[in-house]
């Protein structure tokens, strides 16, 4: 098993730049490669995208230089073990409120004695030929990075942060803000103070924070950086094709309506 650069960067608070999958077609996947992100986390929550599917999502990114990650369907063991097996080189664990919740989706994603989970042949090992390589490094190399994503997850962010094997954690901004009663108002008062939380405690820790930075504005993408964001996902396939043909077709509306 190669080295991952993004867990790597991930202990060492590095910066990486990541997108997200929702449209389940290896050519969005050899696309958003093509360009250049450290890493491509495959939506496994909301889209509706299955495991044959993240397959072949991993084998459009193969050689292209991002690292393949899934944001699990939910904090289950079989849910993150399949994903693992199919190839992931970590998994983004969604709605993890506290750090028993943080001990499980670890305990997923690590063999034995380090947790449960279960040793097999498949994508990952390359169908068993690589099996002892695999099973060696497997522990160190894949990453974990839990979702904070509710006001319980925000007051328990420094215990969260404390489990082992916890490499960093990741806002979801739109769950959180619903979390505050006030869904959908991401940069609301109390969603920025939360940030500030999870960004301190993320530096007394020695972890990385992450956010996912859904509509790309490019103040947005500078803000999240200059506030101390290390892990960030930028938007989404769907909301980049959505954004880029309003904005062309925009243009050429405009551009045709001129006397
Ligand atoms: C959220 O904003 O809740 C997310 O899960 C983004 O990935
Ligand atoms: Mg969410």
Known sequence: MSTNPVRAALLRRQPTIGTWIQIP?????????????????????HSG????????????????????????RENDTLAIRECLDLGAQGVIVPLVNNAAEARRAVAAAKYPPAGVRGFCFSR????????????????????VVVMIESREAVEQVDAILAVE?????????????????????TT?????????????????AGKSAGLHVVD??????????????TFIAVSA???????????????????????
């Not at 169908?127 to 894949?142: L, M, R």
């Not at 790309?216 to 964001?229: D, H, K, M, T, Y």
């Open 188 to 204: 609301a008062p109390p969603l920025m103070a939360a940030r500030q939380r999870v960004l301190a405690a993320c530096a007394a």
């Open 25 to 45: 077609h290896p050519s969005v996947a050899e696309l958003l490669a093509q360009a250049g992100f450290d890493w491509i986390a495959v939506d496994g929550e």
């Open 237 to 259: 396939d769907i909301i980049l094709l959505s954004q880029a043909a309003r904005s062309c077709l925009a243009t050429v509306r405009q551009a045709t309506q001129r006397p």
């Open 49 to 72: 995208i299955v495991a044959p599917q993240m397959a072949d999502l991993f084998r459009g990114m193969y050689g292209r230089g991002s690292v393949p990650l899934v944001r699990v």
């Open 124 to 143: 990952m090992n390359n169908y068993g030929v690589d099996f002892a390589a695999y099973a060696a490094a497997a522990n160190e190399q894949t990453a």
């Open 165 to 185: 094997g916890v490499d960093g954690v990741f806002i979801g901004p739109y769950d959180l803000s619903g979390s505050y009663g006030i869904p959908g108002q």
């Open 216 to 229: 790309p504005r490019p103040e947005a993408l500078q803000e999240a950086v200059a506030e101390g964001f």
